[in-house]
């Protein structure tokens, strides 16, 4: 199974009706992955009945590569947000091919805390596969998939990241930041590459 990161039908042609000139933004289009420097969309401005204040609102602009529409808020987040993460082949597992995809979707949607659980299941469901005990704690499927040597040499750093950054009471959720989602993606990528995608080539081959 490919590891599917976008959902879109290319196929389509979307022409957009009265769509508008604007300041050139440069951003990462959260539905194809380009890199865009996109001059059309729409500009709005917003008007605050308390305070009398007006000014400048959300913007929209048009991906010129896949023709879909991304909302800049005030604030300047972007919706959908830059994908996070890269395809891998060869997942023999359904649960985690959906686990993975579901990590980057949740990326595109600026939802880091989610995005992180995501990717802590798949590294408990690695391990538990690889023979850790079923109920463990999260730092000890990471101790064990380290002494394992899923981990490389050079990965200690990540290890020591990852676990103090799952080092959480049992039912307290603890809050992650787009660092945090964007590390563990970076690292349960890895491991999925040396354990479904490599040895999957070599069989194709
Ligand atoms: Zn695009």
């Not at 009706?17 to 969309?41: F, T």
């Not at 064990?144 to 981990?151: Q, S």
């Not at 799952?166 to 992650?176: D, P, Q, S, T």
Request: charged share 20%; with cysteine; net charge negative.
């Amino acid at each position: 199974m490919v590891c599917q990161l976008r959902k879109i039908n290319y196929d389509v042609n979307i022409n957009w009706q009265n769509l508008q000139n604007i300041e050139s933004k440069k951003y990462i289009c959260g539905y194809c992955g380009n890199a865009v420097a996109s001059a059309q969309g729409w500009l709005s401005k917003m008007h605050n009945p308390d305070t009398g204040q007006s000014g400048n609102g959300p913007t929209i602009y048009i991906c010129h590569h896949c023709d879909r529409p991304t909302f800049f808020d005030i604030g300047e987040s972007q919706y959908p947000g830059a994908p996070f993460g890269s395809p891998i082949a060869h997942i023999t597992s359904t649960e985690v091919a959906e686990l993975y995809t579901e990590s980057i979707d949740c990326m595109r949607v600026n939802a880091y805390t989610a995005s992180a659980i995501c990717s802590r299941k798949i590294l408990m469901y690695i391990a538990v596969n690889k023979g850790a005990e079923q109920n463990l704690k999260f730092d000890e499927y990471i101790d064990f998939l380290d002494n394992k040597g899923y981990v490389p040499p050079d990965g200690k750093e990540w290890v020591k990241r990852i676990r103090d950054n799952g080092n959480e009471a049992k039912h307290h959720i603890m809050m992650m930041d787009r660092e945090d989602a964007e590390m563990l993606i970076t690292f349960v990528g890895m491991l999925l590459k040396f354990i479904y995608e490599f040895p999957g080539m070599l069989k194709s081959v």
